[in-house]
Every structure is written in C-alpha cells, then in structure tokens.
C-alpha cells in the first residue's frame, strides 16, 4: 500500500511535464504537489496525503475507471478469492510477517478474505514460485477450505474408569463411567476385577444414546494398576 501511495505521489509531482488521461491538466493545485512530495519524503502523514488525494478526486482532477470487471476467480467454500486478490495477500504478506498473525487479523480484519490470506501464509505453497503458482494457490485453498468430516462417536457401548482412591490397605473405591453408543442402553452390568477380586455392578438408570453415567464401587487389590473394568452385558433400547 505505501509503494503505491508514494508512486502516485510521484506522478502527482510529475503532472507539470507528464500527465496521465486520468488527472486533468494544469489543474493539480500547487499545495497538493507540495503535499505529495513531502509524503514521499515521509514528512507527512499517510492520513494528510490521502486527504489531499480525496480533494482531487471530488473535484474531478483524478477521474476514476468506474468500469466494471469481471474478475477471474479462485474458489473457496465460502468466500470467492480472485487473483487480484491473491495478489492483494502477497502484497500483504510483509506486515504479516513485521506485526504476527494476531495483529495482522486485528489490524485488516475490514478485508473479509483475510483469513484465506492467513491460511496460505501458514501453508508450505505458499512459497512455490512456479508459474502455475496462482493455479496451486487456488487448489490449495480449496483444500484447506473444506470442512473435515465430523467424527463419529463410537457405536458401541464402553466402560472406562476415571479414578482409583486407596481406602486403606489393599482396599479401592474406583470410579467409573458406562457410556452409550449410538443407541440408549437400558441395562449394562459391568466387570471391575483386580489380581484378588471381581465385582459385578450394574446399571441402575438407562443411559441416553452418546451419553454416560458415573458410577463407584469398592474392590480390593494389591495394585491399582491392576484394576481393569469391562462389559459383561447390556440391553439396547429400540
């Protein structure tokens, strides 16, 4: 942005010798070229300079293109990303890498494709320099653009223990989940066995699908790490 914006200061300077079809002749005012030197020497602010480029265009002195085109386009699923601004994001680039990702999404957050900019920078193609690399960066984006497929939870019904306290001398209370698949279980009974034990515990609540209920029980053993807890058997609700 700042290149551009010093490059048209240059050509405001050189309108006196040199004017393009878009800016009417001998009709830029003196203190607009002074303004525009002095932003190209940095003297003055982005802001003053921009101020002095609305006055020309409100007054007709720059006259702007206002025709329409048709832009070639890159895909995404939900924003579409031209190549022009593909380009917008390499020329974005820098600050990306001055500032950090958070600034960088804070600061042009107005530009809604910021995000697809964000997620090439992140991704190895974007230093591919060939010259299909417009065609990789479209394929790419379109890749990282698809939402994954949702994970499903498991089908079948599980028992897991979640803790083990030691009560005293060989002596445990574990605590333990029975879990539902993609079906409600209306019963379960479970095993919890240790080296010197086995206990049956069943369920005494049905369990809604994709959901579990917590449940505790006492067993003793000489070491928790051999305390193991699995499915004996469980009635499916239809």
Do not use: H
């Not at 329409?68 to 890159?74: A, C, K, Q, R, S």
């Amino acid at each position: 942005m700042k290149k551009i914006l010093i490059g048209l200061a240059f050509a405001i300077l050189l309108t006196t010798s040199y004017v393009p079809n878009s800016f009417s002749q001998d009709a830029v005012p003196q203190w607009i070229k002074q303004t525009a030197g002095w932003y190209s020497d940095g003297l003055v602010s982005e802001k003053e300079f921009l101020d002095a480029i609305r006055f020309l265009v409100q007054n007709k002195i720059i006259l702007l293109d206002e025709t329409v085109l048709d832009d070639p386009t890159l895909l995404t699923n939900d924003i579409v990303v031209s190549k022009p601004k593909i380009r917008q994001c390499e020329v974005l680039f820098q600050s990306y890498k001055n500032i950090g990702p958070l600034q960088f999404k804070s600061k042009y957050s107005y530009i809604n494709y910021i995000d697809s900019c964000m997620k090439l920078y992140k991704d190895p193609i974007w230093s591919y320099l060939g010259s299909d690399r417009y065609d990789k960066l479209s394929e790419r984006l379109t890749e990282l653009n698809e939402k994954p497929p949702e994970k499903k939870l498991s089908y079948e019904p599980s028992a897991n223990i979640l803790a083990k306290t030691n009560l005293g001398p060989e002596k445990y209370n574990v605590k333990f989940n029975i879990c539902a698949g993609d079906k409600a279980i209306d019963k379960a009974k479970v095993l919890v066995k240790s080296q010197i034990e086995a206990i049956q515990v069943g369920s005494n609540k049905d369990v809604p699908p994709n959901a579990c209920r917590t449940y505790e029980t006492l067993i003793f053993a000489k070491n928790p790490d051999n305390i193991f807890i699995e499915i004996l058997e469980q009635v499916l609700l239809d």
